[in-house]
């Protein structure tokens, strides 16, 4: 039952990184951010999985989110079981639909079983870029 809270909670606190309406608990993303830097760390023995994860959801996002114009997948230098992601978009439109296909809400479903502890997000506006 511990474990389901746990699950439960985190995926609570993932979900609002995903969708464009802030969550209870959490302040709201910034309308004006296009960018997000998110960590997340993973559960002793869960990494290649976690990598795993943040590889298919790349792929994801290339294929399901028009609005997206960069989105890397890092780990932390000396931390492995980190894993950062730099996402941006074009507008607060494709932030908005960042992680609403339906195969992205599948996955974020099962992230929970994969993190330890909540991610941390930083939202950022865009002031340049280097083309």
């Not at 993973?42 to 399901?64: I, R, T, Y």
């Not at 992205?104 to 992230?111: C, G, L, Q, S, T």
């Not at 506006?125 to 280097?130: A, E």
Request: charged share 25%; glycine share 6%.
């Amino acid at each position: 039952m511990k474990k389901l809270i746990l699950t439960t909670a985190l995926i609570a606190l993932t979900l609002p990184l995903m969708a464009a309406e802030p969550q209870a608990g959490r302040p709201a993303r910034p309308a004006n951010a296009d960018t997000m830097v998110v960590k997340f760390k993973a559960k002793p023995g869960k990494n290649a999985e976690m990598k795993a994860f943040w590889l298919e959801m790349q792929k994801e996002v290339a294929h399901s989110e028009p609005g997206n114009v960069q989105y890397d997948l890092l780990v932390m230098a000396g931390d492995p079981d980190t894993y950062v992601i730099i996402e941006r978009y074009k507008d607060a439109a494709a932030v908005a639909a960042h992680g609403q296909s339906d195969k992205a809400k599948a996955m974020f479903a099962k992230i929970g079983d994969l993190m330890d502890g909540a991610p941390q997000a930083d939202y950022l506006q865009l002031i340049s870029s280097k083309k």
